[in-house]
C-alpha cells in the first residue's frame, strides 16, 4: 500500500517525516479550500477512513491532509502539492533474480535424466 509522506528540514538540519493522522474514530482528516480560504475550520473539514480514497483526494489536489511530525510531534494541515505519494515495495520482499537457464524441478527427476542422457 503507497504510504503518503512530507519531509521537513528543521533548523537543527534534521529531517522531519510528517505522516497521515487519524483522529480518535481512525478517520483521516482532510480539509477543502474550496470551501472556504480558512480551511483549518473544523466547518471546512471531512472525514475519511479508506486510505486508497484519501490517496484519489490528493492527487486531484486542492485539499489539505492533518499529519503529525515524527520528531516534533506537531500536527499541521499540509496542503496536497506538498505530499510524497510512496510506494511501499519493503513489503514485497526481496527482488530475486530469475536465472534463465535454471532447471524447473519438475523436469529434473531420475527418469529424465535417464532418458536424456545420451543427448
Known amino acids: 500500500m503507497p504510504k503518503l509522506i512530507r519531509r521537513r528540514k528543521l533548523p537543527d538540519g534534521r529531517v522531519e517525516v510528517f505522516t497521515p493522522k487519524r483522529n480518535a474514530h481512525g478517520y483521516y482528516i482532510l480539509a477543502d479550500r474550496a470551501v472556504d480560504p480558512q480551511h483549518n475550520k ?19 489536489g486542492g485539499v489539505s491532509l492533518r499529519m503529525q511530525g515524527d520528531i516534533t510531534g ?37 527418469a529424465d535424466e535417464a532418458a536424456y542422457k545420451s543427448l
Open 42 to 60: 473544523a466547518a471546512n473539514q471531512f472525514y475519511v477512513s479508506d486510505l486508497g480514497a484519501v490517496i484519489a483526494r490528493i492527487k486531484r
Open 74 to 110: 506537531q500536527p499541521n494541515l499540509i496542503s496536497a502539492g506538498e505530499i510524497e505519494i510512496e510506494d511501499d515495495v519493503a513489503d514485497a520482499g526481496p527482488v530475486e533474480e530469475e536465472d534463465p537457464f535454471a532447471t524447473f524441478a519438475e523436469w529434473g527427476s531420475e
